[in-house]
């Protein structure tokens, strides 16, 4: 079996670890500072529905987390790794059932950080050793970090700014929730981008300018939509919940109607797609093959029309005197945001966007225009841990891998399981 090397750990990705951790930490923080000023100024409604955002975005992400762990323990050499003296905090049956307490008690993700952190010292402390499974572990948690971002940051800044566009003034915890979860949406998205890139073979060549730009690129389209949402919750309250699960569950429709398999059970594949319902309400994620521009095409004209709807019921049912100030501003900026967003993505796609070439003579049943069925095990030089992160390369392959692109070398198996 002859395949390419993974991407090696880098001074890079345990940067990216550590800058994560902290930004989960300040996160958390800010959540639980936002909460207090609730609870004792007696805003209990907004501090109930604070509450309710962090308890659903956390049991979400520790269910994903104790799901992928389920799944790992039956690849080959996981349990192992811990007698190879690499740092596994999760093997064996007390370890499994400690996990399990870590897990129910919210502390799944927090642990993962610091493992992953440790795991990532220790390679840099012993020449590289355990550089595959330090690896593993950051593709795992840039994922888990984007989901939590988009199930409590995203509807966190919604309700910051409907707060402040209904009491028309912002307090200074505000601000900072604000802040807050601006800046972790916008690292977690850099953060993916990274782990993505950690796919491409020539991972050490792309510089950092396609990263800003994918930043801005989501900036831009994912801002005007939690402005546009705010603005019509603040006018119209009672109806933003019905908004979202209709949406939702057409979202949901739509993803199972592609044919979703990142996760490796019917009850986790249906998490993922209702958490894709989620994201897709803020922005656009590629989750299968193939078609992939016209399901862009598709998503970005529903997601127009909709937030302009969103806009012409607040301007009519606006509180004109209140909004004097500033409703012609956001009226204007929104969709020229919006706009911008759109044309950044394009720029992206055709200056920065890197393409994997699929050779045809690999037998693999995948869509003709768009696709990559990855292979569930590499070999790399040296390496005691040969299984690797198959979730995240499903996601790498539907955003890198096209037919009609320039060859490169691909980091792919032709032997299959």
């Not at 008690?105 to 050793?129: D, K, T």
Request: glycine share 6%.
């Amino acid at each position: 079996m002859e395949c390419a090397n993974i991407s090696k750990y880098s001074w890079l990705d345990l940067a990216f670890t550590v800058i994560g951790v902290c930004t989960y930490l300040f996160d958390v923080g800010s959540d639980l500072w936002v909460a207090k000023e609730f609870y004792v100024h007696g805003d209990f409604i907004w501090f109930g529905v604070l509450v309710g955002f962090m308890l659903v975005s956390s049991v979400t992400v520790q269910l994903y987390s104790w799901f992928w762990l389920q799944y790992d323990r039956k690849l080959e050499n996981f349990e192992s790794q811990e007698s190879a003296g690499n740092v596994v905090l999760f093997s064996g049956a007390k370890r499994v059932t400690f996990s399990l307490l870590l897990h129910v008690f919210q502390l799944g993700l927090f642990i993962r950080h610091i493992s992953a952190i440790c795991q990532g010292f220790r390679v840099w402390c012993h020449g590289g050793e355990g550089s595959e499974y330090a690896v593993y572990q950051t593709h795992d948690l840039s994922m888990l970090r984007l989901i939590e971002t988009f199930c409590e940051s995203a509807p966190q800044l919604t309700l910051m700014m409907y707060i402040m566009l209904r009491n028309n003034h912002a307090r200074i915890v505000q601000c900072v929730s604000v802040v807050a979860s601006t800046t972790s949406m916008a690292w977690m998205v850099v953060d993916y981008h990274q782990s993505l890139r950690s796919f491409l073979p020539d991972k050490d060549k792309q510089g950092c300018l396609s990263s800003v730009v994918y930043f801005f690129w989501n900036l831009f389209l994912i801002g005007p939509r939690v402005v546009a949402v705010a603005l019509f919750a603040s006018v119209l309250p009672c109806f933003i919940a019905v908004h979202f699960l209709l949406l939702w569950s057409a979202f949901v429709l739509w993803a199972w109607r592609q044919g979703t398999d990142f996760m490796d059970s019917p009850p986790g594949e249906w998490l993922y797609r209702a958490t894709i319902g989620l994201i897709w309400y803020f922005s656009w994620f590629n989750v299968s093959e193939g078609h992939t521009r016209d399901r862009g095409f598709i998503y970005h004209t529903f997601m127009i029309a909709d937030t302009g709807i969103l806009l012409t019921t607040w301007w009519m049912y606006r509180d004109v005197e209140a909004t004097q100030s500033y409703a012609v501003s956001l009226i204007i900026a929104i969709p020229l945001c919006y706009v911008l967003g759109l044309l950044i993505k394009i720029l992206y796609y055709c200056c920065f966007h890197p393409k994997l070439w699929r050779p045809p003579d690999l037998r693999m049943a995948a869509d003709a225009s768009d696709g990559l069925e990855p292979s569930r095990v590499v070999q790399t030089v040296g390496a005691s841990f040969q299984s690797f992160n198959n979730r995240m390369f499903k996601h790498a392959a539907n955003f890198y891998v096209t037919n009609t692109s320039r060859a490169f070398k691909t980091n792919e198996c032709e032997a299959r399981m």
